[in-house]
């Protein structure tokens, strides 16, 4: 089990940045595949980036070139940079984790969840 807190959603105008945070805890992070969802009102959870326990990256087209996912194995955090951000970006985004190496982006193939952070962008 991994404890998750997320940190630094809030309201931007479009075209700025945020930089999401993922604090956890519990000695499972460096072997974790950990992932970013985001949802918005009325609709389903979505996947939009997953970085394994051997740092690779995947992201969804959406934001693609626009989010940079990152983690820090000794600070057990994760992290997803957000530019550019567009309105259609808004949504209460949820870090997550799983045990193992492999990619997923299905939510339901979480097993950890944070309470998630409100990310609101302005036109």
């Known amino acids: 089990q991994v404890q998750l807190v997320e940190s630094g959603g809030g309201l931007v105008q479009a075209g700025n940045s945020l930089r999401l945070s993922c604090a956890a805890s519990g000695s499972t992070f460096s072997a974790s595949t950990m992932g970013w969802f985001r949802q918005a009102p009325g609709k389903e959870r979505e996947f939009v980036s997953v970085?394994?326990?051997?740092?690779?990256?995947y992201y969804a087209d959406s934001v693609k070139g626009r989010f940079t996912i990152s983690r820090d194995n000794a600070k057990k955090t994760l992290y997803l940079q957000m530019n550019n951000l567009k309105p259609e970006d808004t949504a209460v985004y949820y870090c997550?984790?799983?045990?193992?190496?492999?990619?997923?982006?299905?939510?339901?193939?979480?097993?950890?969840w944070g309470q998630g952070t409100q990310v609101t962008v302005s036109s």
């Open positions: 997550a984790a799983r045990l193992g190496m492999a990619f997923s982006n299905t939510p339901s193939e979480y097993e950890d």
């Open positions: 970085i394994t326990a051997i740092q690779r990256s």
